[in-house]
């Protein structure tokens, strides 16, 4: 069974800092990885994909992949109090169906 | 307006009780899942449909069906619920294997 860990589990930040969030999947054969962003009481929304080695900016996101250690990253700058969620990293792979299966989550609290 | 609904927003029923969870998607997406989410534990995949007819089980199946009869309509069906299936149940549409999934407003289900 594919597991997909994240960390850490919470992370508290200052308005206008940066934070960074871990993603690692114990399936060689995961090829996409997602991360969704899940506000209190709502449901997950993509906040960015990647599916190649490198980086992919949008905005203030960098999300970051290395596919030979299967980890990826997110980085938050410039954090805004609305940035505080829920932060699920997703992973699929093709041979398994490409069932998506997402982390445990980080907490994210960004204080003003 | 892409729109996955989920029916109800709220249930409570007893234990032993049959429950019918209900999603539809006005995307004609062909990829539908149901997940549930519970306090640490991020979103678990119960059943994914690639689909009419078409459903593979996830990481979770025991104790729950599915039923996809239309490709816009996908229910999950818990037989005699027990009181450990209380969650929030999530479903979710995407175009395709690796694709953007789209997530319900979930359905909070409360087993006495």
């Known amino acids: 069974q594919q597991k997909v860990q994240q960390s850490p589990e919470s992370l508290i930040v200052p308005e206008g800092g940066m934070a960074s969030l871990n993603c690692t999947s114990s399936d060689r054969n995961v090829d996409y990885f997602w991360w969704y962003r899940q506000h209190s009481g709502k449901s997950p929304k993509m906040l960015m994909s990647i599916f190649s080695n490198g980086e992919k900016e949008e905005g203030r996101f960098t999300v970051h992949l290395n596919k030979a250690s299967l980890h990826t990253s997110l980085h938050i700058r410039d954090s805004q109090p609305s940035d505080s969620a829920l932060y699920l990293c997703?992973?699929?792979?093709?041979?398994?169906?490409?069932?998506?299966?997402f982390g445990s989550g980080t907490r994210l609290l960004v204080s003003p | 307006d892409m729109k996955v609904t989920q029916m109800p927003r709220y249930l409570i029923k007893r234990m032993g009780e049959n429950v019918l969870l209900e999603c539809g998607q006005d995307?004609?997406?062909?990829?539908m899942y149901w997940y549930r989410q519970d306090p640490g534990l991020g979103l678990q995949l119960i059943y994914i449909?690639?689909?009419?007819?078409?459903?593979s089980e996830g990481d979770i199946p025991k104790g729950y069906r599915v039923s996809r009869k239309k490709r816009e309509h996908f229910s999950l069906i818990l037989d005699s619920a027990k009181t450990n299936q209380t969650s929030v149940y999530f479903c979710?549409?995407?175009?395709?294997?690796?694709?953007?999934?789209?997530f319900g407003s979930g359905t909070r289900l409360t087993v006495l």
């Open positions: 997703a992973a699929s792979n093709p041979a398994g169906g490409y069932k998506v299966v």
């Open positions: 995307m004609s997406h062909e990829t």
């Open positions: 979710a549409s995407s175009s395709g294997t690796a694709e953007t999934l789209y």
């Open positions: 449909s690639y689909d009419v007819d078409s459903n």
